[in-house]
């Protein structure tokens, strides 16, 4: 769990780094200017994390799968070589996913308007600039999109499926409780991942002028990276007890 969660910090770090410092700049100067390689630069690195970040917690749930309805052979399955292996496979998968869009952003014919009307180079505004024909790119991105978030979304649901049907035939409450508080954390930081990622990507918007449609981006590139510790640390034994050393 501890390797899972270090990963995650690690993909919050990455995405922190590359939307906040052109963020606060935007802010303070009331815009900036940027090259169309730094631009599709920045959506790389931002697709890597993103990618990741979805893989990583579909990983994360099946591991709470397996603490929760196969408690018995959990050291077994998810041992050390599991970890680790499961950890490369998703810096590997992000990256090749990432290097999809970079690819075919690189790819096409730009000739402007040069200006996004967004805090960072997303997918849509970058493809707004280009001459190109882009309905090509638009199919596949439908497919990365599954690929990287329809599925694991998918496969998350299917995992907190199961975990609610062991613990609801757990007798004691006690019990229940504590089934749900090992997965409490993590449920709770796929539902504002995902939430406001869906919202975004999923839901029509008016366009990339949407105020609503830029709250939303904040919410998964600087609210889901700062409330991620928050939310695991505050359910963490070993730092409850010792910020109580600390107030005594």
């Not at 200017?33 to 893989?55: D, K, N, P, V």
Request: charged share 10%; glycine share 2%.
């Amino acid at each position: 769990m501890y390797l899972f969660i270090t990963q995650l910090s690690l993909f919050d770090i990455i995405l922190s780094t590359d939307i906040l410092p052109n963020l606060l700049y935007i802010i303070l100067h009331d815009g900036c200017t940027m090259s169309l390689a730094g631009c599709i630069i920045q959506f790389s690195f931002f697709a890597h994390a993103e990618a990741s970040e979805c893989f990583l917690l579909t990983v994360m749930s099946y591991d709470r799968y397996l603490a929760i309805c196969k408690p018995l052979h959990y050291n077994s399955i998810m041992n050390q070589s599991t970890c680790i292996k499961s950890v490369i496979t998703i810096w590997l998968l992000g990256f090749i996913m990432a290097l999809v869009d970079f690819i075919s952003l690189c790819s096409l014919y730009y000739c402007g308007p040069n200006i996004i009307y967004h805090f960072f180079c997303d997918y849509e505004p970058i493809l707004e600039l280009s001459c190109s024909d882009t309905s090509w790119i638009h199919n596949q991105a439908y497919v990365v999109a599954f690929i990287c978030a329809v599925a694991p979304f998918i496969l998350i649901v299917i995992s907190y499926s199961l975990i609610v049907i062991s613990i609801l035939k757990i007798k004691s409450i006690t019990g229940r409780k504590k089934a749900f508080t090992t997965c409490s954390s993590h449920l709770t930081v796929v539902c504002i991942f995902y939430g406001t990622l869906i919202a975004v990507y999923l839901i029509p918007t008016k366009g990339q002028l949407d105020i609503l449609n830029k709250v939303l981006s904040l919410f998964y590139t600087v609210m889901t990276p700062l409330l991620n510790p928050i939310i695991y640390t505050f359910r963490n034994k070993e730092f409850k007890k010792a910020s109580e050393k600390i107030k005594s």
